[in-house]
């Protein structure tokens, strides 16, 4: 018989939550198949953990895990994580986070959850939270809470009950349940609010199914919420929040006996899908996930030799390479770049290379790219002397896919001297490219904000047009400007995630291009003077208007 190592902060014996009660339910269910053995997070050692790598691990609550200990677990045991408490955040509360995703600053344990054999979420809301703030492949949705079967009893014994209370919470001193919210909304609406303290479970079933109206307003995204259910199968209206894992559920529509039968149903179903996993059987994750759109990296170059080998190298470990097409538009160069180019053709087949006959612009490729090469939704640009974080392009997607409302993304990018530096090791120490700093707003678009490598939803070309040919130096800024007055909306990214290049021979910095470049600008800032209010124009108008004195 396998034998399956249990790992939790607490067990039910110690603290008499929802967690703790729904794993010792999982315990006793799954000790009718397997040997388990409880073991509590902090007592763990790596040499215990060794001794045992030949078990299955079930890790629950796993706060007091130490990180040599997750390690080790990862390395070199078959796991999985029953998930509780959003333990995949900083935070453990989704809810601070626009859209529920929360700045990379912010996501913890990453390797832990994507190294596990299944991640195991209650709802499809926990789960679609979940794999949109972690992007891995290995999540699957329970649909459902475990109930024992004398807690089943009970929830029976009292499903019939008469409504004698017309309005009620829960009285508890734990701020995530929502008390004080709960009496606010009652006294706002003159409901004589009752409160039903924590006590023995029966105590409490019976106290709730004499409520009508159960209300119930947490304060952090519930998994999936024990008493929600419960006040349903005791036939409680429920007045709630759009905070509870359970009614993203399609069965929370049903109520009473049917919800409770439901409940019953999943527990079988669960118990086998945890059997399945630890037997190394297919489960099917059971909700929708959203898919990261193709990805368009377009790099126009030219006299680039110097750069393009560890340019491609950087470009090629991005996580979500095998979601991107590269195209790459060799403006005519006298360089040799075409023989390390076609070494990743080869290898690599979503890097696409064309070969100009002339001189062509940025702006020339860059719309050479968008109109008539590309496929990807998605849209960014590959500096050849610039570098990314390994996961820049798969955060920057992220944050747009999951932002309806937002059609450019941008970030902070860290600024160095040197040639061929990389984004983990680099000279840069602490200086950041200036312009990408302050956070999206008109105002703020006097600095050419998206900086050196946004990325932007193909969909806007529709409407805006392509990059102006008028243009060559400043073609970018002019390009936001048109989407901003177009009432496009960007977001900043609060981290950075690339390595800019300050190269004085660079096509928009050098000396020799000042004049051109101050004229473009100057065009530019006096035909978007309205975006950019008052106090920026007075501020600017002198700087920009010696542009103009050779026109």
């Known amino acids: 018989m396998d034998k399956i190592i249990f790992v939790s902060d607490f067990f039910i014996n110690e603290l008499l939550g929802g967690a703790e009660k729904c794993n010792d339910v999982l315990v006793s269910l799954l000790q009718k198949h397997f040997v388990v053995e409880k073991r509590k997070s902090n007592l763990l050692t790596k040499q215990s953990i060794l001794n045992n790598k030949g078990c299955f691990f079930i890790v629950g609550n796993f706060f007091n895990l130490s990180e040599e200990c997750k390690k080790t677990i990862q390395n070199e045991c078959r796991y999985l994580i029953y998930e509780h408490d959003h333990k995949y955040l900083s935070t453990n509360n989704p809810i601070k986070f626009k859209n529920f995703l929360a700045p990379t600053k912010h996501i913890i344990n990453k390797e832990f959850f994507k190294n596990a054999q299944k991640v195991i979420c209650q709802s499809k809301i926990h789960s679609e939270t979940l794999y949109k703030n972690l992007l891995i492949d290995n999540i699957v949705n329970a649909g459902g809470n475990l109930w024992s079967q004398g807690d089943i009893q009970i929830l029976q014994n009292y499903i019939d009950s008469e409504k004698t209370i017309e309005y009620a919470t829960m009285k ?39 409520v009508k109206n159960f209300v119930f307003f947490p304060q952090w995204l519930e998994s999936y919420s024990r008493v929600a259910v419960e006040s349903r199968i005791l036939n409680c209206k429920l007045i709630t929040n759009k905070l509870i894992g359970a009614t993203s559920e399609e069965y929370f529509n049903l109520s009473g006996q049917c919800l409770l039968d439901k409940v019953i149903e999943n527990n079988d179903i669960l118990i086998e899908k945890i059997i399945s996993i630890v037997n190394g059987k297919r489960v099917e994750p059971n909700f929708v996930k959203k898919e990261i759109p193709k990805i368009t990296i377009s790099c126009s170059l030219y006299d680039a030799d110097k750069y393009i080998s560890h340019f491609l190298e950087d470009i090629v470990e991005q996580t979500i390479f095998d979601k991107c097409e590269l195209i790459i538009v060799n403006a005519n160069s006298p360089g040799n770049e075409e023989e390390v180019i076609q070494k990743y053709c080869k290898k690599y087949e979503n890097i696409h290379y064309h070969r100009l006959d002339h001189r062509a612009t940025t702006t020339e490729a860059i719309n050479m790219v968008i109109d008539e090469l590309s496929t990807g939704e998605f849209i960014t640009i590959g500096n050849v002397d610039d570098r990314r974080r390994s996961d820049c392009l798969e955060i920057q997607a992220k944050f747009l896919m999951y932002n309806d409302d937002i059609d450019l993304v941008y970030s902070d990018c860290i600024q160095t001297t040197k040639i061929n530096e990389t984004f983990d090791d680099n000279s840069s120490n602490g200086a950041f490219y200036e312009h990408s700093r302050p956070q999206f707003s008109k105002e703020n678009m006097i600095k050419c904000l998206p900086g050196p490598m946004p990325m932007w939803k193909r969909s806007v070309h529709n409407e805006v047009g392509l990059f102006n040919h008028e243009y060559e130096y400043a073609n970018d800024w002019d390009m936001w400007l048109r989407m901003v007055e177009s009432g496009k909306k960007f977001l900043r990214i609060d981290q950075a995630l690339g390595l800019y290049l300050f190269n004085e021979e660079g096509r928009s910095t050098s000396k020799e291009t000042f004049e051109y470049k101050i004229k473009e600008e100057a065009k530019i800032f006096f035909r978007y003077k309205h975006i950019f209010g008052e106090e920026n124009y007075n501020k600017y108008k002198n700087y920009f208007s010696q542009g103009l004195k050779n026109e």
Request: glycine share 2%.
């Open 172 to 210: 508890t001193q734990n701020k995530n349940k929502g008390m004080l919210t709960a009496i606010k909304f009652c006294e706002k609406n003159n409901y004589n609010l009752n409160f039903i303290p924590l006590m023995k479970y029966e105590e409490f079933i019976k106290s709730l199914s004499k």
